[in-house]
């Protein structure tokens, strides 16, 4: 939540020296039918919520012990709440380390920032939840 913070005073010209914005990261783009189905799986098996209604899209992380975990992300110069549905898993190694990959975004917040189809963008992930498992 500090961090959160933090953000909000960078973006109004305050600073916050202890917690810094995190350094830019890239995100990639899920398409629109992985998107879909991994969600329903996600609801269907309880690991989110039904109601989606209060984030704006929807990420998939590295870690699966971030799934329910809200964020907030700073792409194309807008804060947008979001939380994670998916994860990298261990079958799939650590490309997205690998490549400074923060997170892949949704496909429904990618359409909402006006992303180019699935094409890498630069941004800023903030955790705003505890981990949850």
């Known amino acids: 939540m500090i961090a959160f913070l933090c953000a909000v005073m960078a973006l109004t010209g305050s600073i916050c020296a202890d917690h810094p914005l995190p350094d830019e990261q890239w995100f990639s783009q899920y398409d629109q039918a992985p ?40 792409i194309k110069g807008q804060w947008r709440r979001v939380i994670a549905f998916d994860c990298l898993g261990r079958d799939h190694g650590n490309w997205m380390e690998e490549l400074n990959v923060a997170a892949e975004l949704g496909y429904y917040i990618s359409q909402d920032l006006e992303l180019e189809p699935l094409r890498g963008v630069k941004g800023r992930l903030i955790w705003i939840s505890e981990n949850s498992q």
């Open 35 to 74: 998107t879909d189905a991994t969600l329903q799986y996600r609801q269907d098996i309880g690991d989110l919520p039904m109601d989606m209604s209060k984030y704006a899209g929807i990420i998939a992380v590295p870690s699966c012990k971030d799934i329910a975990r809200e964020a907030l992300v700073y």
